[in-house]
């Protein structure tokens, strides 16, 4: 399957019954953005920004940011979409310079857009350089850890006050879903995103409640776990009643085993390491979408994530 997937890289991912699934990249670095498309990435549907701001001993200010987006826009060309997830630190990634005070629970503390919203000018600067350097090229921005629509409403607020400094933007704005509480409320969350990104490494590990870096126990945070996937069907159900479309940005989506699932389910976009990019669009082109939908439901009356992992085994 590798060679035959290589060759056709560049061709888009149709299930036999002619669903079209996209199939981005997910970066740390905007240098690899060309590398993405050359592996056949249809956009960067996971552009890690935490990574950026990571590489500087201080904030970048707007103009290095822009830089650094611009190099990924200018890579992708003008069809292809760049999801850009606003800065995302705290919990497993500390920013030196900004310190947090000690906490107990750091995965339940001051993280993700939490913290973000602690610095709004932080978040204002970051979505003023995306939008500068979008150029009109389409630009999706999505809020990490976003626990319930009033937080969504307090990044979107900062969000409204930028985007009118602009003319003929093409802009949508999205949450990841990585807390439980967000995909269970999906449906009040709905009504205002354009989309949801479905991040199955920390909703994994919120939903198990078990550290995803754990030494012994992250063999078990295993996201085809039933209870993730009604999680993820619950997400996908809302987006579907509003005219939103489900993205997956974990590891999930290049697991070899959850592809069929995740396509079953209903998702529209998998994005993952663009090494992958060839290997999942045609695993993708394998897959009924009806025959996989049908057995995605089955899975969900399972109680394991063993029970899930040989119903999937049994059938390919
Ligand atoms: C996730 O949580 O699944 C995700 C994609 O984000 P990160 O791995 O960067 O936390
Ligand atoms: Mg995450």
């Not at 890289?9 to 669903?19: G, H, I």
């Not at 992708?76 to 005070?101: E, F, M, Q």
């Not at 967000?182 to 920390?202: K, R, Y």
């Not at 078990?210 to 809302?238: E, F, K």
């Amino acid at each position: 399957l590798e060679a035959e997937a290589f060759t056709a890289r560049f061709e888009p991912a149709v299930t036999t019954d002619n669903v079209r699934i996209e199939v981005g990249a997910n970066l740390g670095n905007t240098s690899h953005a060309a590398d993405a498309v050359e592996r056949g990435a249809e956009g960067v549907g996971l552009l890690r920004t935490e990574f950026i701001f990571m590489a500087h001993p201080a904030a970048p200010d707007l103009d290095t940011q822009v830089t650094e987006y611009k190099r990924a826009f200018e890579a992708l060309g003008p069809g292809r979409p760049l999801v850009a997830r606003t800065l995302d630190v705290g919990g497993d990634k500390p920013l030196d310079y900004w310190p947090v005070p000690p906490e107990d629970n750091p995965f339940l503390g001051l993280r993700g857009i939490r913290l973000a919203l602690n610095r709004p000018q932080v978040l204002e600067t970051q979505m003023r350089a995306l939008i500068t350097a979008s150029e009109g090229r389409p630009l999706r921005i999505m809020f990490p850890m976003v626990k319930d629509v009033a937080e969504f409403h307090q990044a979107k607020a900062i969000y409204d006050r930028v985007v009118q400094e602009f003319d003929g933007v093409d802009v949508q704005l999205g949450v990841m879903v990585e807390v439980p509480s967000c995909a269970l409320l999906a449906e009040t969350l709905a009504p205002h995103v354009d989309f949801f990104s479905i991040g199955t490494n920390d909703l994994t590990q919120y939903t198990l409640a078990i550290d995803r870096g754990h030494p012994r126990l992250s063999g078990q945070a295993d996201g085809l776990h039933p209870a993730v996937l009604r999680l993820i069907l619950m997400t996908v159900a809302a987006a579907e009643a509003h005219g939103c479309w489900v993205g997956v940005c974990g590891e999930l989506a290049s697991d070899a085993q959850a592809v069929g699932v995740l396509v079953g389910l209903g998702v529209h976009e998998l994005s993952v390491n663009a090494r992958q990019v060839p290997l999942v669009k045609a695993r993708i082109r394998r897959l009924s979408q009806a025959e996989v939908s049908t057995r995605a439901e089955a899975l969900l009356s399972l109680a394991t994530a063993a029970e899930v992992r040989e119903a999937v085994e049994a059938e390919q």
